[in-house]
């Protein structure tokens, strides 16, 4: 009996294994959809659709999936982004405090620069926060300076290049007065400190520092190859063309030396 038992709860998890198989979630884990929303649409076009066991997502058979999310964006059943600046627009009651006011204005910053940095195709999720340093305009106050720091998932098989890195620390250091670029951090999902893999010291510009050492070398790539030839073949016989791929990635070395052994 034992083994019978065994044998049909093997039998029951293969068939939901293979019945599961052949769904697909319609939304990402990060992004987020009521789900009550998604299967009220489903159930009215009559979509076949399952509800996986850990998550909880939505997920519908894989053929469907393209014409699932087009009937739901119809629908109005979309990823809800962050709220934004529309935070300002509530109507407060009277005398509300210059604190209430400064957190509300900085969560509506956060959730707009949260909403600009998903416009990259590489970006399934993002969520910004900023510490503003306060200021005043009779004391210069050289201590607390502004931060920020930003998480973002980026989607399975993509990555952002050194450019991408740099645009999004810049929008964001761009948005709060006094925000250095080299206090914005940048993490991924899975904890990697992309803020690292580019000089923001200066204001990195990943794509004219790397349009800059391409051009140099071209030109002196060009300059050396027509010194060669144009004894040879006369200055006016030949033509050179020269055109260099620059890897902007940055690399850090340490070395720890050790003297020789203690006496």
Known sequence: MLVLAIGITAAVMLYMWNDQAGYKPVFGAHEKVAASDMM????????????????????????QLGKVRMLLAAKGVTAQ????????????????????????FRRGLEGELAQ???????????RVHLAIAKSSSFVANDGDKSSASVVVAVKPGRTL????????????????????????SLVDQNGNYLSSRVDLTEGFDGAAQGDAAAKRYQDEVRTNV????????????????????VDNDKVEE???????DPK
Request: cysteine-free.
């Open 116 to 126: 600009s940095i998903l416009t990259l195709d590489a970006i399934a999720s993002a």
């Open 81 to 104: 982004l962050p709220a934004g600046l529309e935070l300002m627009d509530k109507n407060d009651p009277l005398g509300v405090s210059q604190f209430v006011q400064d957190v509300r």
């Open 40 to 63: 009220s649409v489903l159930d009215a076009e009559h979509v076949p659709y399952r509800i996986h066991p850990d998550s909880g997502q939505v997920m519908v058979p894989t053929g």
């Open 161 to 184: 290049s050194n450019e991408q890195i740099a645009a999004i620390v810049n929008m964001v250091s761009g948005s709060v007065a006094g925000l250095a670029p080299a206090r914005v």
């Open 254 to 260: 340490t070395q720890e030396k050790y003297g020789a």
């Open 226 to 245: 027509a010194g060669l030839l144009g004894p040879v073949l006369g200055a006016d016989n030949f033509k050179v063309s020269v055109t260099a791929d």
